[in-house]
């Protein structure tokens, strides 16, 4: 499945940024809906935790390139997930 993907670092960047960012998106719109996982901000650690999942496959698969793009979205991701906790207090 991920074989076709073109072994590009601004590729693998796209996919970690877009795959988290749509978790994330549906865990904020619930997070708003239920009142009791208002606080439950492991959740969007897991949505981010997903580029682990994709690091793994794309590295087994000998696509350096695009684990590096995806490594380099997930350190945006966690910046973003900082600047959020420290904002929030």
Same mark, same amino acid.
């Given at each position: 499945?991920?074989?076709? %993907? ?5 590729? *693998?960047? *796209?996919?970690? %940024? ?57 350190? %945006? ?13």
């Amino acid at each position: 499945m991920f074989s076709a %993907i073109k072994d590009s670092v601004f590729v *693998g960047f *796209g996919i970690g %940024i877009a795959v988290p960012g749509v978790l994330v998106s549906i865990v904020w719109f619930i997070m708003h809906q239920v009142s009791f996982l208002a606080k439950a901000d492991l959740l969007l650690i897991g949505c981010i935790a997903v580029n682990a999942v994709l690091l793994k496959i794309f590295f087994k698969q000998q696509k350096d390139s695009l684990g590096r793009g995806v490594l380099s979205a997930t350190f %945006i991701w966690a910046f973003a997930f900082f600047f959020y906790k420290v904002n929030q207090s």
